[in-house]
């Protein structure tokens, strides 16, 4: 399943927004997942922003909820179960006159 916006050649593209509705109990969760492969490896989840000529490139944002308790952001590698553990990388990007920070 493939969703796509048009291309603009004079001005912006479309968007394309995933969003459940208002639930007075609880609202509903949105969930991204490759399936999984017995005989080789299994397909790849993959969040990119756009490349930008001109200006900034895009942004990704990962944000958990405000609420009584504010939610929480968990990021996990993978087990090993026959090998080693995936492996967690975080990188900032290159600069011609200085590269971007990390900041924890």
């Known amino acids: 399943v493939i969703f796509k916006t048009g291309a603009a050649s004079d001005g912006a593209s479309g968007e ?3 969003e459940t ?3 007075k109990s609880q609202s509903g969760s949105i969930v991204a997942r490759a399936g999984m492969s017995e005989a080789d490896e299994s397909g790849n989840v993959i969040i990119a ?3 930008a000529v001109e ?3 895009g942004e990704i ?3 958990a909820g405000d609420g009584a308790q504010g939610g929480g952001v968990s990021i996990s590698a993978g087990d090993g179960l026959t090998c080693g553990g995936g492996d967690i990388e975080i990188e900032s990007g290159a600069g ?3 590269s971007g920070r990390i900041v924890l």
């Open 55 to 57: 200006y900034s490139g």
């Open 96 to 98: 011609v006159t200085e």
């Open 49 to 51: 922003a756009g490349d």
């Open 61 to 63: 944002e990962l944000k």
């Open 16 to 18: 394309i927004r995933l």
């Open 21 to 23: 509705g208002y639930g």
